[in-house]
Nanobody, 123 residues
Framework: QVQLVESGGGLVQPGGSLRLSCKAS????????MSWYRQAPGKQRELVAT???????NYADSVKGRFTISRDNAKNTVSLQMISLSPEDTAVYYC?????????????????WGQGTQVTVSS
């Protein structure tokens, strides 16, 4: 049983940077994939980035080169470093854990979700 809590969201100007953090109350050592999703107003929730316990990462085309996902299993945390932010990045960002198999881009594959943290990019 893993509980996830996101933090680090806020208001940032276009071109700015933010670092989001996800703290797990339980260990994530046994969770092979941790992911970040986001949901913009009026849009579907979309997969932003994933990270395997091996360190291998994957990103949505819209954030490649701008976002970096990382994990620290010893501290039970997952982070998302975001740079060159634009208004299109405005959304609620969620971290999620996949304790079992299933497609990474399918929300049903994830059994644990954080409450979300708001990121607003505006001047």
């Amino acid at each position: 049983q893993v509980q996830l809590v996101e933090s680090g969201g806020g208001l940032v100007q276009p071109g700015g940077s933010l670092r989001l953090s996800c703290k797990a109350s339980g260990t994530i050592f046994s969770i092979n994939y941790m992911s970040w999703y986001r949901q913009a107003p009026g849009k579907q929730r979309e997969l932003v980035a994933t990270i395997h316990d091996s360190g291998i990462t994957n990103y949505a085309d819209s954030v490649k080169g701008r976002f970096t996902i990382s994990r620290d299993n010893a501290k039970n945390t997952v982070s998302l470093q975001m740079i060159s932010l634009s208004p299109e990045d405005t959304a609620v960002y969620y971290c999620a854990a996949r304790p079992a198999g299933g497609p990474l881009n399918y929300q049903g594959s994830y059994s644990n979700w954080g409450q979300g943290t708001q990121v607003t990019v505006s001047s």
